[in-house]
């Protein structure tokens, strides 16, 4: 680390989680800087939770060590670290009222009572529910627990918000516009948000940076944009977006050489058997096998030769549901540009 | 590629049975099938426990004629009366006090081991503690509150334990203490109290134990992430969703030991409590309205006692 320059927030170095044999987390070293929206993104079973308990203090590495702001706290417990926690059940004490529940930390911290409901009024202000004081969790919804739990987190003015899949009790909507406020309360308080989700649409949404975990693992950290366009692994090209990978003879008779490839489903175009495609094109034979109309877009399943199937996303623009739903078991020519391939480093294991 | 039709599978209905059809059309009546369940203990419910319980409460209303011996079936108040004369109020007074102090000591002891059960204890020793709390219950209340009398006695380990530890000075002044002392433990208030304390002791662990059990772990962790000490978590977070469960376990040990009175009885001296008076009176004084009225003393206490804790939201743990 350069003398001067601020530690990174998160530190994670070698560290492993075993469960009896199970490598809950393998080996992980990390920085997430300071300020940042940064997202652990992964299926279940993956470590991140796990990851985010590490950095808590509800649990501890079996080797390893983590910092804070550059210093060690492998062996504090939670309530010496300067991280707040929002639950995914939320964890709202159910004997309290809303306020309460907001001002537990500075309750516990003795804090004066005026200030106490000064600076919850303030946080419900932030978290858009004014006047909730005196309400119980039990009479909340889910999207208002959800609320609550955020500014119980953020009261304490933490350097560090750790996330936990927050959003994963809330129907469609109320994520999507939970999650465009989360990013805005970010960057308006302005501190760390580590996000954990196996939602890669929403980690897509909100993230500066996301680290794909698979089996304890880091799969690729990088932009949203950069995970999505340059995968570096068939694990994140499949579980960031949807991808059709090229193995083998296939991707030798493509392209010349016989690694992994893969081409997203929107890059491929779709064009009628006898059609001569423009130049520089790779293109394939295939026979359309299943439509997939879901109203903005269209799937296609198209079986192309040795029993591969590819993956074809069409936007809905000048078609309509009639149309394309007609195109089953048609023949058509795939044509894509190459420079859309995207070659994978092989399996880890 | 060829994909088999599937056939349809073998036919349900070519199966069925008398029982079946039973079955299905009590399926179809919920309600019917809701009154079979229902009727034979709603039956014993209203014309064994509440016929006997109003019978009871009639009985209280009647009145002993002092000179003929006769009980005199005419609503009156004079029974009442009678009740609440100084030496029953101090009755009531002693065995509330009783029921008072055993269910808080009850509560002390059951809650670290319903803690442990509830949070620490694996699934196999979870086992094992729940058979050593309910193992007591097996044996007869009898035989144990015996046993304790034994234990208890002058000449009974207990006694022998103190003396043996050269303790003995220290046993003699608590026997010597007014009201809860006596000759030895085994004739006693305090004995009476260890006895109803132990005996009531798996009725309050339950309870509590259950109401451990709900509070997610999640909320523990909570606390200690917002900067809870432990014992700061136990007291704003643990200890008030147990409450529900103490006083569950509370209305139990409180209602058990106001009824009691083969406890008394065999560990007592000549005062009494409200299960001997209610004996005596059916016994030699044969006064069964003054009996009756003695026994809805304690179903009054009681009630308050409900109604209070339900404010409180301790049924909800139930």
């Known amino acids: 680390?350069?003398?001067?320059?601020?530690?990174?927030?998160?530190?994670?170095?070698?560290?492993?989680?075993?469960?009896?044999?199970?490598?809950?987390?393998?080996?992980?070293?990390?920085?997430?800087?300071?300020?940042?929206?940064?997202?652990?993104?992964?299926?279940?079973?993956?470590?991140?939770?796990?990851?985010?308990?590490?950095?808590?203090?509800?649990?501890?590495?079996?080797?390893g060590s983590i910092e804070l702001h550059g210093s060690d706290v492998t062996s504090l417990p939670p309530y010496e670290r300067e991280v707040n926690t929002v639950f995914q059940d939320y964890a709202l004490f159910p004997h309290m009222t809303v306020a309460e529940n907001i001002a537990y930390g500075l309750m516990i911290r003795k804090v004066p009572k005026g200030d106490r409901a000064r600076q919850v009024r303030e946080m419900l202000d932030l978290v858009r529910m004014p006047g909730m004081e005196a309400r119980k969790p039990s009479q909340l919804s889910g999207g208002q627990r959800q609320r609550v739990a955020l500014g119980r987190a953020l009261i304490l003015r933490p350097r560090v918000l750790l996330l936990d899949e927050p959003l994963g009790a809330l129907d469609l909507k109320l994520r999507q516009q939970m999650q465009v406020e989360l990013k805005a309360i970010q960057q308006k308080v302005g501190i760390t948000f580590l996000y954990v989700t196996h939602d890669q649409e929403e980690a897509l949404t909100m993230s500066d940076r996301i680290a794909v975990i698979n089996r304890g693992r880091i799969e690729q950290i990088g932009s949203p944009a950069d995970l999505y366009e340059h995968p570096a692994t068939p694990f994140v090209a499949d579980f960031v977006g949807v991808s059709n990978l090229i193995v083998g003879p296939l991707a030798m008779s493509l392209t010349g050489s016989a690694d992994t490839f893969a081409i997203r489903p929107e890059k491929i175009q779709i064009l009628p058997a006898d059609s001569k495609p423009p130049d520089g094109r790779v293109t394939l034979e295939g026979q359309i096998r299943e439509v997939v109309y879901l109203g903005m877009i269209t799937r296609y399943l198209v079986a192309i030769e040795g029993g591969h199937e590819l993956t074809v996303i069409k936007q809905n623009r000048d078609t309509t549901s009639m149309e394309v739903l007609a195109a089953r078991s048609q023949r058509v020519l795939l044509a894509w540009d190459p420079q859309y391939h995207r070659r994978l480093a092989p399996e880890a294991s | 590629m060829a994909v088999p039709r599937l056939s349809v599978g073998p036919s349900l209905v070519a199966t069925r049975s008398w029982l079946h059809r039973i079955g299905t059309s009590l399926y179809l009546r919920p309600r019917l099938l809701l009154a079979l369940l229902l009727g034979p203990p709603l039956v014993w419910l209203l014309v064994v426990y509440l016929g006997s319980l109003s019978s009871l409460i009639l009985q209280s209303f009647y009145h002993l004629d002092p000179f003929t011996g006769q009980v005199i079936r005419r609503l009156t108040l004079d029974t009442y009366r009678d009740l609440l004369t100084p030496a029953h109020l101090e009755i009531f007074g002693r065995t509330a006090a009783m029921a008072a102090a055993v269910s808080v000591a009850t509560a002390v002891f059951a809650f670290p081991l319903a803690y442990y059960v509830a949070r620490y204890a694996s699934p196999r020793v979870k086992g094992l503690l729940y058979l050593a709390i309910l193992l007591p219950l097996w044996s007869s209340y009898l035989v144990r509150v015996y046993s304790w009398r034994l234990i208890l006695a002058k000449e009974g380990i207990l006694h022998w334990f103190f003396a043996t530890a050269n303790l003995e000075w220290l046993l003699d002044s608590v026997l010597k203490l007014p009201v809860i002392g006596g000759p030895s433990l085994s004739v006693s208030f305090l004995g009476i109290f260890i006895v109803f304390v132990y005996?009531?002791?798996?009725?309050?662990?339950?309870?509590?134990?259950?109401?451990?059990?709900?509070?997610?772990?999640?909320?523990?962790?909570?606390?200690?992430?917002?900067?809870?000490?432990?014992?700061?978590?136990?007291?704003?977070?643990?200890?008030?969703?147990?409450?529900?469960?103490?006083?569950?376990?509370?209305?139990?040990?409180?209602?058990?030991?106001?009824?009691?009175?083969?406890?008394?009885?065999?560990?007592g001296n000549s005062s009494y409590f409200i299960g001997q008076a209610v004996l005596s009176f059916t016994g030699t004084a044969f006064n069964i309205p003054l009996a009756a009225a003695f026994t809805v003393v304690p179903m009054a206490i009681m009630a308050v006692y409900l109604i209070a804790a339900r404010r409180l939201g301790a049924l909800d743990a139930l």
Not at chain 1, 6 to 31: K, N, Q
Not at chain 2, 207 to 215: C, D, F, G, K, N
Not at chain 2, 224 to 245: C, E, K
């Open chain 2, 199 to 267: 005996v009531w002791m798996p009725y309050m662990v339950l309870p509590i134990q259950a109401s451990l059990e709900r509070v997610p772990q999640s909320l523990l962790e909570a606390s200690g992430d917002l900067g809870a000490l432990p014992g700061q978590t136990f007291r704003h977070v643990t200890l008030p969703l147990a409450v529900p469960g103490v006083l569950a376990g509370s209305i139990f040990t409180f209602s058990l030991t106001l009824g009691d009175f083969v406890v008394p009885y065999s560990l």
């Open chain 1, 1 to 63: 680390m350069n003398p001067g320059s601020t530690p990174p927030a998160i530190r994670f170095r070698s560290v492993s989680r075993l469960f009896g044999d199970m490598r809950a987390v393998d080996d992980l070293s990390l920085d997430i800087l300071d300020g940042e929206f940064f997202t652990f993104l992964g299926p279940s079973g993956s470590g991140k939770t796990t990851c985010l308990r590490l950095i808590a203090g509800f649990d501890q590495p079996t080797s």
